[in-house]
């Protein structure tokens, strides 16, 4: 043990000052020696849970009126939360949850469907069992001092930059939204993001009638048709949204319910060549090697940069997963991963386990705490982002 904390000093020590970025090949090495957890090669794997996964059935699908494009985008997205939100388990009225799983599909052209969806009754009885075990939220560690909006303590992020680190994956799979968000490959045509960058609720924002993904261009790639040196700053190549859906659960519901909906699906019109993270249900944090998630998004106030950011989970309900990675306005939408166990490749693998949203206040036993939370992956949740993606339910009986 001694011989491995002087190995992580040594090597923390090599790193440079994390307000400064990522610029050289030999520092993102030594990052990620930092962010594979030592126990991964010893530790006993846990097995997710994919004997049983739901399937969406389609039940009906209703014109709905254009959209007006009325609302305004919202990249910082905060709620608040007391016991009765915070211990809140998955309905358990099949008539309530197939209501919010139905969705909305906003087309190109401005026009909008409603479809509604059922769940066999011999595949909803089991869900209740793929619910975690909620602990109470911790109280004995010390706060930190918040030194301004969803930034905790000395700013923990890093800058992706160089000719190859922008293509290189995970990196390569976070995309832009044209709203200002954030988003995330999850198939060779589709991004997730969030659902309040398109839509706050009631209607859909202006910059939704002509959405957009943007993928960057690194530097080696802008050169100038003499020859000349490269621009310093990657470009971005725009690629337009053939149709985007959001779960009725997002719509008009309470704030405190909306946010376990906050996320969308953008299917672009044609599909990229770029690798892509698949998705996975996380049963528990536990289940993630180091109990450590990470995301790369387009934070505000770092314009025209990628930035990454990794921290522990510090708790977690059955449909947010509560952390303290530092994050501004724009970095929603993006697609939160962690190492999980895959069992078919007996091996860890990075998968998206939910979407960034925004920060929370938590009101529990008479004490204020925030957080900042992302949309976790239920099994009900990944049954509907799946039959987005496959438009069947035989695809999605597993990831």
Not at 190 to 200: E, N, P
Not at 332 to 339: K, N
């Amino acid at each position: 043990m001694k011989k491995e904390r002087d190995r992580r000093a040594r090597i923390s020590a090599m790193v440079p000052n994390q307000r400064s970025g990522l610029a050289h090949p030999c520092c993102i090495s030594l990052l990620f020696l930092l962010l594979l957890p030592c126990s991964v090669s010893v530790r006993e794997p846990r097995h997710q849970l994919h004997g049983h996964l739901p399937s969406l059935i389609p039940h009906s699908t209703l014109p709905l009126s254009r959209s007006r494009f009325s609302a305004k985008a919202q990249l910082d997205l905060t709620t608040h939360c007391n016991e009765s939100c915070y211990y809140r388990r998955e309905d358990c009225d099949k008539e309530h949850l197939t209501e919010q799983l139905g969705f909305e599909t906003l087309y190109a052209d401005g026009f909008r469907t409603l479809t509604t969806v059922d769940l066999t009754e011999n595949e909803y009885e089991p869900l209740a069992n793929a619910e975690i075990q909620l602990r109470p939220p911790k109280v004995s560690s010390p706060r930190r001092k918040r030194l301004k909006r969803q930034i905790y303590g000395s700013d923990g992020r890093f800058n992706i930059r160089g000719d190859h680190f922008l293509l290189d994956y995970p990196f390569s799979t976070a995309v832009r939204i044209s709203t200002g968000c954030t988003g995330v490959l999850v198939s060779k045509q589709h991004v997730l993001t969030a659902a309040h960058c398109v839509h706050d609720g009631k209607d859909y924002v202006k910059g939704a009638r002509k959405l957009r993904v943007g993928f960057l261009i690194p530097p080696f790639i802008n050169r100038t048709r003499s020859g000349q040196a490269p621009i310093k700053k990657p470009l971005v190549r725009w690629v337009r949204v053939k149709r985007t859906r959001v779960p009725k659960g997002w719509i008009q519901g309470p704030p405190e319910v909306s946010m376990d909906f906050d996320y969308a699906l953008l299917e672009l019109r044609w599909p990229h060549r770029r690798p892509f993270m698949r998705l996975a249900v996380l049963p528990s944090s536990d289940d993630l090697a180091g109990k450590r998630i990470h995301f790369s998004g387009f934070d505000s106030d770092r314009a025209g940069e990628l930035v990454y950011r990794f921290c522990p989970v510090e708790d977690e309900s059955n449909d947010l997963i509560y952390q303290h990675c530092d994050a501004r306005p724009g970095a929603s939408g993006s697609g939160v991963y962690g190492r999980v166990w895959d069992n078919t490749l007996d091996r860890w693998e990075r998968k998206v386990i939910g979407i960034f949203s925004g920060h929370q206040w938590l009101e529990i036993n008479g004490e204020n705490r925030d957080y900042n939370v992302a949309v976790r992956f239920t099994p009900l949740k990944f049954a509907q982002i799946c039959y987005w993606v496959h438009g069947n339910k035989v695809d999605c009986s597993q990831d």
